[in-house]
């Protein structure tokens, strides 16, 4: 299954010089100066690239809650987990939990085409739940650079140790701010998705998974909807 973000930065190259960009431009890792038709391109490539790779990012929520996204390269495998339940997606399975008056229940269900990229379907399962997911965050972006009146407002900053590019979205439809990570990661945003407000911000990140990432939650009760093998 090819990423969603490498669509949507094909479109973004090939829209952006409708966009309004405000502000100093950007310097990207090599010291490249980066202008108005570079910005989303690289932000997209930076959160595409980041799905086959090994890392652990927590987020801070509103109201003192966590949610916490763990991916590891070999063997290709995600997981996405909150107060309310985890989403695990591996070669062998996509798991879903939910945790309802303190009892937990998983359901076990067929893997899914990834081609190497166990965070695509697991950012699809995570979006059905109202979670906010790197590429949502790019298809907002691809939305502004087709607005030809969107304006965005570029800046740089270090969230928890790392350096990272926040861009400032104004649009009629409405208004978001995100930052991205040289690693890839999404650092924070703030903004509207599927008519609802949202805000995160990275908290802590690590470029490894403990050995717990992928368990199911303790005491769950699953049930295994994976056809029988002989």
């Known amino acids: 299954m ?10 973004a190259v090939s829209v952006i010089a409708s966009l309004t960009v405000t502000g100093c431009q950007t310097l990207d890792d090599t010291g490249r100066t980066l202008g108005r038709s570079d910005l989303i391109n690289d ?3 930076r959160l595409d690239e980041s799905l086959v790779q090994t890392w652990t990012a927590e987020y801070r929520l509103p109201g003192g809650r966590t949610t ?11 997981a996405y987990t909150w107060a ?3 989403i695990t997606v591996s070669e062998q399975a996509i798991t879903r939990c939910e945790t309802t008056a303190g009892r937990t229940a998983c359901t076990v269900e067929p ?13 699809a399962e ?26 965005v407002k570029q800046t740089d900053t270090t969230i928890v140790g790392h350096h990272a590019t926040c861009v400032a979205v104004r649009r009629s439809t409405g ?26 911000a990275l908290e802590r990140f690590t470029d490894s998974v403990t050995s717990t990432a992928f368990d199911l939650p303790a005491g769950a009760g699953v049930t295994d909807r994976r056809p029988a093998t002989s």
């Open 2 to 11: 090819p990423a969603v973000s490498t669509t949507l930065r094909v479109l």
């Open 43 to 45: 932000l997209a490539t």
């Open 68 to 78: 916490t996204i763990a991916q590891a390269k070999e063997p290709a495998r995600s």
């Open 84 to 86: 309310a339940g985890k």
């Open 111 to 123: 893997p899914v085409l990834m081609s190497g990229k166990a965070a695509v379907p697991l950012f």
């Open 126 to 151: 995570a979006r059905k739940a109202g979670l906010i997911t790197p590429p949502a965050v790019i298809r907002l972006l691809t939305e502004a650079a087709l607005d030809p009146q969107a304006q």
């Open 175 to 200: 208004n978001f701010d995100a930052c991205v990570t040289t690693d890839g990661v999404l650092g924070s945003f703030t903004g509207v998705l599927d008519g609802q407000p949202v805000e995160l």
